[in-house]
């Protein structure tokens, strides 16, 4: 244990040294024909198992890797775009914006939208991208046209920390590999949409390796005044080897974007491409800056990655023509790093994989917002002045064995997380919450042999409220979007215990696979609309826990590949997402009569709970692509109608097809979504409508897009592209 712990004090040396010996076959203190030597590492930042069963994965469950050629076929706009068509996901709109959309995988949520529940984790190679104030997700901020792979771990994410309750995502960026290479692709398209990328990229004869891209996107959009534009730079520079390696990151991004909201019904079925809260935007600004690197050492290997970012945005809503409307701006300045060390003890034929480390952030989020009554006559006072230190530090461990055919896998993790917040404008409201958890998580996977392997889990996981979650969790001070912050009740943090089980075919060229599970949830965070009229907000109310939800479900995926490189695919998802405890969930529909108590077994709202989805892809010896993606999303309950007492929101089905022709260096393609116009709504809620005559309570809709062609251009340079 002594040599462990020397080897332990040494990563830190060793991340010092690191330059030197990065490529240079730095030697081995373990026998040359060792069976414990970890496997050189292909890409740092991964939050998946690196390789073998020596490496402590502690995950058995459904892991799915989506490559670059998957991520760009479709030209997406934001990474949900690339989500949408796997199992169990979904996405919605309720903001009316491409580049706003929320993400919904078992029940659980990913999110650009303040105010909604955060339950799955998202990461850029490594780092997590959840923001400190309300753990949600800038989607438009991420660098999805320099991506490499999509890694997507389904399920329980016990040891990936906070808000990974029903998955994780991570995106691997693109790094130089063999000669110099590059490309530069334009595109336009409806709606008067273009934009340019490019990059570059090589790895040096002695293994220095780097890339460096930028893009820049416009539209104007198909609603009225929905126009967006977005600019990045990205770079990666690094030098990995077999035994060590480290790589540095930096990447910038800007995203503008005019929102156009929900519909009253009224207005949605017979002008969809309506905004009636024009002037509605978010300017979005962030950047990323990273060190990772890694060390052999002995028979084990330790790793770090430490990281910077910042981001900034300022939003605005046009509220409706009674209520002022309202101005956000936020900050967030994040510091943070993790650390860790894997290596083998060898046990008998085989070895116990360990792995341990720290994780850990502090950050700095600033909240200012402001009533806006100028459309009065008035002026706009600021309302809320807010600075708040967030900070987490975790542990965690994790240990595997093989005995013969079967993988047994266990993990702790423990969390400690801090929320202290400053109020500028009244200090005697200043106020401090601390949560803390550790979390279990075991696992076996078994060879059943011809191509079939079985797996189950169980494991709890665990969710702080975030700063706004905290901040606005009194009943009788409801809060205006963006909430206003203050000392509040106490709000529980959430944890959730799943098990899960399934199998895998993989023969040739045909790969199965099925998994079922069951979540328990206790203390769900909910945002309760308040009876309580508070001017200035779309939506007025306060986060509070529900006692017991529940998520039930069962994902099954198929994939055929024929010919020299053709495929089809399919899967289905069933996804029962209900409230399991009694809960007074106020909703407008009560001035009309209708009551909203809520009982066990009634659905969550915006869960839809069968979803069927299938593609094709064809790829000819002549250069000639072509693929088609096809998606039916089955019906959903309506928010503020949590006691289900409405009629659904409608399924729907869409297609999106996809063609290109690659000569040379040189591919035209283009691709065309919702080809037959479909027109369906992704997202339904219930308000007045102060605009028509007597104010009646209405469904708002946001409308699903109409079909848009885009027509892309790609010239090659250099290495082949593949």
Not at 165 to 192: A, C, D, F, H, K
Request: with cysteine.
């Amino acid at each position: 244990m002594a040599r462990r712990l020397r080897l332990v004090v040494s990563l830190f040396l060793g991340a010092v040294a690191l330059p030197r010996s990065v490529g240079a076959q730095v030697p081995d203190s373990a026998k040359a024909d060792s069976a414990y030597m970890l496997p050189p590492i292909e890409v740092v930042g991964s939050i998946l198992p690196l390789a073998g069963v020596n490496v402590g994965s502690g995950i058995a469950g459904v892991v799915t890797k989506l490559d670059w050629s998957q991520v760009d076929a479709t030209e997406p706009k934001v990474l949900p775009d690339v989500l949408r068509q796997q199992s169990g996901m979904s996405t919605y709109d309720n903001v009316g914006s491409p580049y706003k959309v929320n993400v919904s995988t078992r029940g659980f949520y990913a999110s650009p939208v303040v105010g909604t529940p955060q339950g799955v984790s998202v990461f850029v190679d490594g780092v997590r991208v959840n923001e400190p104030d309300a753990a949600e997700v800038n989607f438009d901020l991420l660098p999805i046209e320099h991506v490499k792979r999509v890694e997507i771990l389904s399920g329980n994410g016990t040891l990936l920390g906070r808000n990974s309750l029903g998955g994780s995502i991570n995106l691997v960026t693109r790094r130089g590999e063999g000669p110099p290479s590059g490309e530069i692709e334009l595109m336009g398209g409806t709606y008067g949409s273009y934009s340019v990328e490019a990059s570059a990229g090589a790895r040096t004869k002695r293994g220095l390796d780097y890339y460096v891209g930028g893009n820049y996107n416009y539209e104007n959009g198909w609603r009225q005044s929905t126009r967006a534009d977005q600019w990045q730079g990205f770079l990666n520079v690094g030098k990995l080897g077999q035994t060590s390696g480290i790589r540095g990151q930096f990447f910038f991004s800007h995203s503008y974007a005019r929102t156009a909201g929900s519909l009253p019904f009224s207005v949605y079925e017979v002008k969809p491409d309506s905004n009636l809260t024009d002037g509605d935007y978010e300017d979005l600004n962030g950047l990323q800056a990273a060190l990772a690197g890694y060390r052999q050492m002995g028979s084990g290997r330790g790793s770090f990655n430490v990281y910077y970012r910042y981001t900034d945005a300022n939003r605005f809503n046009v509220n409706q023509e009674a209520d002022p409307d309202t101005q956000n701006d936020a900050t967030n300045s994040v510091f943070g790093g993790t650390i860790d060390y894997r290596f083998a003890v060898p046990v008998g034929n085989s070895a116990i994989g360990l792995r341990f480390g720290i994780d850990g952030s502090t950050a700095s989020s600033k909240v200012q917002l402001y009533a806006d009554s100028t459309k009065f006559g008035g002026t706009s006072e600021l309302t809320t002045d807010v600075q708040s230190p967030v900070s987490d530090i975790a542990g965690f461990a994790l240990a595997d064995y093989a005995l013969g055919r079967v993988k047994l896998s266990a993990g702790l993790r423990y969390d400690y997380v801090t929320i202290p917040f400053h109020n500028l404008i009244d200090p005697a409201r200043d106020t401090t919450s601390n949560y803390s958890r550790l979390d279990p998580r075991v696992s076996v996977d078994m060879d059943a042999g011809h191509g079939v392997s079985l797996f189950a889990s169980l494991g709890t996981s665990f969710r702080a409220p975030s700063l706004i979650e905290v901040a606005c969790a009194d009943p009788e001070e409801p809060c205006p979007l963006p909430y206003a912050l203050g000392d509040d009740p106490p709000i529980a943090p959430v944890t959730v215990t799943t098990i899960e089980g399934g199998a895998r075919y993989q023969s040739g060229s045909l790969s199965l696979t099925g998994t079922a599970y069951y979540s328990d949830v206790k203390n769900d965070i909910y945002l309760f609309p308040s009876p309580t009229v508070v001017e200035g907000s779309l939506l007025e109310g306060y986060f509070g826990n529900l006692d017991k939800t529940r998520r039930v479900g069962v994902e099954l995926a198929g994939r055929y590949a024929f010919g020299e490189a053709h495929s089809v695919y399919a899967n289905y998802a069933y996804t029962r997402a209900t409230f399991q405890s009694a809960a007074e969930i106020f909703s407008i529909l009560e001035d009309d009569g209708i009551d909203n108590t809520v009982e066990p077994g009634d659905l969550l709202p915006l869960v839809p709970m069968h979803q069927f989805k299938g593609g094709v892809n064809l790829r000819f010896d002549f250069g000639l692509r072509a693929g088609a993606d096809l998606r039916w999303v089955g019906e959903q309950v309506y928010q503020q109608d949590e006691a289900n007492n409405m009629p659904k929101l409608p399924s729907y089905f869409v297609a999106d097809l996809r063609a290109g022709w690659e000569v040379g260096k040189w591919e035209i393609s283009g691709v065309v979504n919702n080809v037959f116009n479909t027109t369906y709504a992704t997202f339904g809620t219930f308000n007045v409508n102060q605009g028509a005559p007597g104010q009646p309570i209405e469904r708002f809709l946001t409308p699903g897009y109409a079909p848009q062609f885009r027509l892309i251009v790609t010239r090659a340079f250099g290495a082949d592209r593949d």
